[in-house]
């Protein structure tokens, strides 16, 4: 009986193993060569990154444009920029990035798994299940992208070194593991503390606090005052870790988007709360692709994992309330880290603006690494096959399920998949690209212009043989995209030569061509590739529009449009033989101009608006300048009256998004034709 009791336990390690190594080698192949059709704008920031702190010699390069406040520390970008010293910042990077992110993954679940003592096979299966990239959603998000995947990491060693200094007896073992667990809280709390504190910080102190109780209860001969300890170290690394954060920050330009958290009024709240098992289902692959017959081998297939992922949920729950009753060890404090994480993410999930709920599937890649970590709680716990057979066999049922998904997560999912998003879309990315990529370099184009989605992956995609920068279309003329991006692309000196702006059929109707041919002149050329249009100029006249380079050493002038914004007069064009201008008359008060919003350099600058007004003792016109989004003003003057021009002077300390406003006091008529910055040199602040 013992022998075949071994040989059963040797043939399921052998067959575990022999899952890791074929999920392990699919996984190499998606992070190579599958993962070339998914590959997007997003996925390319930090090999953009790379390449800028190579360039600029500088780990936070000065024009980078951070967003929230996410600082890159110990990110993918940091396994690419030692690689530029032998390869261009393409997608071979990417790749090794991706494998070294991969690598500290799938080593930081064992090592953490090792804490929960379980057995070797049941140890290699986790890693199995965890290498086979569960579904395409989570696949994208640990291994493509990786952008959860560095989350996951180094939550894994986080946990690991935390637990192993409260549970040695040794105080040198001791030492070393709060070092090492001092310099892991203050490399992921350096980038961003507020994110660090919701997806690490808050669920690590409580599952400490909670596993002190557990200790006091049980009399553990565990030294209790390793728990205190433990928690100055964490406090002291955050606090070293905030400081470093601000400090990087003062140096750097930060875009406001998601982490500027509102909270939501009660209806959008249940809207979202409506949406998140729709969310949770993308996450594991649960997701039936519609229209499938449910008889099909497609059909079941999908039950079976819409099953599983129902499955999940119920054990996730089952398991906790088994923890919080008796559990003990590394159990306890992995599933209260798990719930609390995963609890928090929840509530600002639902009640804040963080998650964009217009696509529910995306937002829910907040959710990603703490229902990983319920996932690999629940897969680790103890299976009582005599006394909780239904318990054992449906979480073996899950493993199994998930083990075997390498193929749908890396080879039939992509992120239109019915495994992912829930659409079904072609994988055609890679050759729509390379086609165009091709096109782009027999006509000897190397530098151009394109909307987000259509110009980081070209960069990367082509080994920077064609460089393309984002932008947005801002009222009538194409504008640089901060978003991940650095000021430096945008500006004439970036590239000598012809430039281009790419457009799809659609974002081209968007330009008012008039009011750009106005600042720039006509392309030389045009092209067309597909559903692209390609609009040529012989120099980088591009970079010349207004509010591409946020230093403005040379003057810039924004004109009123018919686009600009206003919200007192109208737009008038062809005024007196001026040209187009927004007119106030006599008795209409309010904002004449407001905006542009453009991005602004530290400096001082002369602000000079292209204003005419009558003569009014009271004041007929109100000029000022301030800054979003707290509205900060940096000068202010109400003038009698304007001969045709008013100067403002301004001074910035730190980079700022300023807007131009122009108030109509009803008192006299009010004509305005634009508004010009200009940096003032030093020679001018020398004369002063």
């Known amino acids: 009986m013992k022998l075949l009791a071994d040989h059963l336990k040797n043939s399921r390690l052998q067959i575990v193993i022999l899952l890791l190594i074929f999920n392990a080698c699919l996984l190499v192949w998606y992070i190579f060569f599958g993962y070339q059709s998914d590959f997007h704008s997003d996925s390319a920031a930090k090999v953009l990154l790379a390449r800028e702190i190579v360039e600029m010699g500088d780990y936070f390069p000065d024009d980078w444009n951070y967003v929230n406040g996410d600082l890159f520390v110990l990110f993918g970008h940091a396994f690419i920029v030692p690689l530029l010293a032998f390869m261009p910042a393409g997608y071979t990077a990417h790749a090794i990035s991706g494998l070294i992110s991969a690598s500290l993954i799938l080593s ?13 096979s049941r140890r290699l299966l986790i890693v199995a299940i965890i290498a086979a990239g569960i579904s395409g959603f989570m696949a994208e998000n640990l291994y493509g992208q990786v952008s959860y995947g560095a989350i996951v990491y180094q939550t894994c060693f986080i946990i690991y070194f935390s637990f192993l200094f409260i549970a040695v007896d040794n105080r040198t073992s001791r030492g070393l593991l709060g070092a090492v667990t001092f310099v892991l809280i203050v490399l992921v709390f350096w980038s961003n503390p507020q994110r660090a504190f919701a997806f690490i910080g808050l669920p690590l102190i409580l599952a400490i606090l909670w596993y002190r109780l557990k200790i006091v209860k049980s009399h553990s001969g565990i030294e209790r005052r390793s728990v205190w300890q433990l928690c100055v170290i964490l406090f002291a690394g955050a606090m070293v870790a905030t400081l470093l954060h601000n400090w990087a920050l003062t140096g750097a330009n930060n875009v406001l988007g ?33 229209n499938n017959a449910v008889m099909s081998m497609a059909g079941l297939y999908d039950a079976t994992r819409l099953g599983v992922a129902l499955l999940l949920l119920v054990l996730i729950a089952y398991q906790v309330v088994v923890v919080f009753r008796r559990g003990q060890g590394a159990n306890v404090f992995l599933g209260i880290f798990s719930l609390t994480a995963c609890m928090t993410v929840l509530f600002l999930q639902v009640t804040t603006t963080i998650p964009d709920m217009t696509d529910p599937v995306g937002a829910s890649r907040y959710l990603v690494p703490s229902l990983f970590f319920l996932l690999v709680f629940v897969l680790a716990q103890p299976l009582d096959w005599y006394n909780k057979p239904l318990v054992a066999f449906g979480t073996m049922s899950l493993a199994a399920v998930f083990v075997t998904s390498a193929i749908p997560s890396f080879v039939k999912s992509d992120n239109g998949s019915n495994l992912n998003w829930g659409l079904s879309v072609e994988r055609k990315a890679e050759n729509l690209f390379e086609g165009l990529r091709i096109f782009l370099a027999d006509n000897g184009l190397r530098y151009g212009y394109a909307s987000y989605w259509n110009a980081g992956i070209l960069s990367v995609m082509s080994d920077e043989e064609a460089l393309v920068r984002q932008i947005i279309f801002d009222r009538g003329l194409p504008v640089p995209m901060r978003h991940l991006s650095s000021n430096r692309w945008y500006r004439s000196s970036a590239w000598q030569g012809e430039a281009f702006f790419l457009f799809t059929k659609q974002e081209a109707d968007l330009v008012d061509w008039e009011l750009l041919q106005s600042y720039i002149g006509k392309p030389e050329r045009e092209l067309v590739y597909g559903n692209f249009r390609i609009f040529v100029f012989d120099r980088n006249e591009p970079s010349l529009l207004p509010g591409w ?6 003057p810039m002038t924004f004109l009123a449009t018919k686009r600009s914004l206003t919200r007192a007069g109208r737009f008038v064009e062809g005024y007196d033989s001026i040209g187009s201008v927004l007119v106030a008359e006599k008795s209409e008060i309010g904002p004449l101009h407001f905006g542009p919003y453009v991005n602004v350099d530290p400096g001082k600058y002369r602000v000079t608006f292209l204003v005419s007004s009558d003569y009014n003792e009271s004041g007929s016109v109100r000029l000022d300048v301030v800054a979003l989004p707290d509205q900060k003003l940096f000068a202010e003057e109400t003038f009698n009256f304007s001969d045709g021009t008013r100067e403002l002077s301004i001074e910035l300390d730190e980079p700022r998004t300023l807007e131009f406003r122009v108030w109509a006091l009803g008192r006299e008529k009010v004509v305005f034709r634009g508004v010009t910055i200009e940096r003032v040199s030093d020679h001018e602040r020398g004369l002063e």
């Open 108 to 120: 930081g679940i064992w090592f953490l798994i090792g804490i929960l003592e379980v057995s070797l």
């Open 258 to 290: 998601a982490g500027y958290a509102r909270w939501l009024p009660y209806d959008e709240m249940m809207r979202n709360l409506g949406f998140l098992l729709k969310g949770y289902l993308a996450i594991f692959g649960g997701m039936p692709s519609p």
């Open 549 to 554: 380079d946020t230093r403005y050493d040379s």
